[in-house]
């Protein structure tokens, strides 16, 4: 079974920091693609950041220039770091990334997502 195992989130001040990480069970399952979501409470799922195979990078506008998503190739993972944070931002974050099995089917997968609170 296809695992997304992440962690980071918690509680920070306005202005704060946060790294979340996505880790894959890299036994069955290589990532191709990866991306971070958010859902606030009432609103929809929306993206974050996503990061392709050969590291090209997309942000939501509201992100950019104080969130920064990376990927380490040889742990199977991704990575969500959020600087100067704000109140908005809060949500639960959730990890999804594409990629091949270990038996050549093409899946996508999601994390079991992480609570993200800021406090102003």
């Known amino acids: 079974q296809v695992q997304l195992v992440e962690s980071g989130g918690g509680l920070v001040q306005a202005g704060g920091s946060l790294r979340l990480s996505c880790t894959a069970n890299g036994s069955i399952f290589t990532i191709n693609v990866g991306g971070w979501y958010r859902q606030a409470p009432g609103k929809q799922r929306e993206l974050v950041a996503g990061?392709?195979?050969?590291?090209?990078?997309n942000y939501q506008d509201s992100v950019k220039g104080r969130f920064t998503i990376s990927r380490d190739n040889a742990k199977n993972a991704t990575y969500l770091q959020m600087n100067s944070l704000r109140p908005e931002d809060t949500a639960v974050y959730y990890c999804?990334?594409?990629?091949?099995?270990?038996?050549?089917?093409?899946?996508?997968?999601w994390g079991q997502g992480t609570q993200v609170t800021v406090s102003s």
């Open positions: 990061i392709s195979s050969r590291g090209s990078t």
């Open positions: 999804n990334a594409e990629g091949r099995t270990s038996t050549g089917d093409y899946v996508t997968v």
